[in-house]
């Protein structure tokens, strides 16, 4: 019993060794990763359910590893914001999608805002909102040409600082949009009084229109309420007409998902939109 457990303790520790490898090089890659140019923003349309006018395009980061290829964001991005290194990434993603929505201004297709995801950790800075208004002087873009998406955990931590920072933040002109919404701590009554222009209904929900289950009642009432606090609703992930369908009828008013549009790289994306404007 004694050998046997000796053994286990042994094959245990190894497990964890190779997985503590797996991270080391992991942390060490990401920080080449920047130097290297391995990061590539995509780009998914959002579109108004009315119309089916393209009314935003969310920047989603991708990364193209020497190695080991296509690395996705739910992967490396909890490990950049541990490390720390999301300030660097999150900058850079910023940075990028600033020029790109310059070009886009430029050249078109026009007056479509870009959105990026913002962590927890970058709207922590001290400096987050200075450097938001230099980047888009020195981007030379209206401030309505950039949008932020952040989750509930951005501002649980501390409310009235990331709520004085957000109505700044809007006050530039920029709009906050709350992603992921439903599945974090906050109670419908919470979202009424948060500096914030757009709520993102979490993809869980929108699967759930499928099945038909209990959860379609939340989207109502997400809906109704953002509504009377004057916000516009995304919903996120939809994949299927039905889901469509039923959105539609719920007065939801944009959405995003396969069923219209995947994220693509800026030339493909540029691609379908000059077809779907066709
Ligand atoms: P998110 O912000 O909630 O983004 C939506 C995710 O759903 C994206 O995954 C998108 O590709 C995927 N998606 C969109 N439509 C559909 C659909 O119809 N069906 C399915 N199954 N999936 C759909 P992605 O690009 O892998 O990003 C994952 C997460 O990584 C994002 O979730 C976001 O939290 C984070 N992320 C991505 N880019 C950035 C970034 O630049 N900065 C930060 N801080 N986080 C990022
Ligand atoms: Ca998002
Ligand atoms: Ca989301
Ligand atoms: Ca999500």
């Not at 080391?24 to 089916?52: N, V």
């Not at 078109?108 to 922590?124: C, D, F, R, T, W």
């Not at 299927?240 to 719920?250: A, K, S, V």
Request: aromatic share 8%; charged share 30%; proline share 3%.
């Amino acid at each position: 019993a004694k050998e046997a457990g000796r053994s286990n303790y042994k094959f245990f520790s190894e497990e964890m060794l190779s997985e503590v490898t797996i991270r080391t090089e992991m942390e060490a890659d990401l920080r080449k990763a920047l130097e290297r140019g391995e990061f590539r923003l995509y780009y998914q349309p959002c579109i108004r359910m009315s119309d089916g006018k393209v009314i935003g395009m969310e920047a989603l980061i991708r990364w193209f590893h020497q190695k080991k290829g296509l690395i996705s964001p739910a992967e490396f991005i909890p490990i950049a914001e541990e490390t720390g290194l999301i300030k660097q990434i999150g900058r850079w993603v910023l940075e990028e999608a600033c020029r790109q929505s310059r070009t886009w201004q430029e050249q078109g297709p026009y007056g479509i805002p870009i959105a990026v995801n913002v962590s927890k950790i970058q709207l922590e800075d001290e400096d987050f909102v200075t450097d938001l208004a230099s980047l888009l002087e020195v981007a030379g873009i209206d401030p309505r040409y950039l949008q932020i998406e952040i989750t509930e955990s951005c501002i649980i931590k501390s409310i009235e600082v990331s709520v004085e920072k957000l109505r700044e933040i809007r006050k530039m002109g920029i709009h906050i949009l709350l992603d992921d919404f439903g599945t974090g701590y906050s109670s419908l009554y919470y979202l009424q009084n948060l500096p914030i222009d757009v709520v993102k209904i979490d993809k869980s929900f929108v699967d759930s229109i499928a099945v038909k289950a209990r959860n379609t009642l939340i989207i109502d009432d997400i809906i109704s309420i953002a509504h009377k606090s004057e916000m516009t609703v995304i919903a996120e992930g939809v994949e299927t007409e039905d889901q469509f369908n039923y959105l539609m009828d719920e007065d939801c008013d944009a959405m995003q998902g396969y069923y219209r549009c995947k994220p693509l790289p800026r030339e493909e994306v540029e691609k379908w939109i000059s077809h779907y404007l066709k």
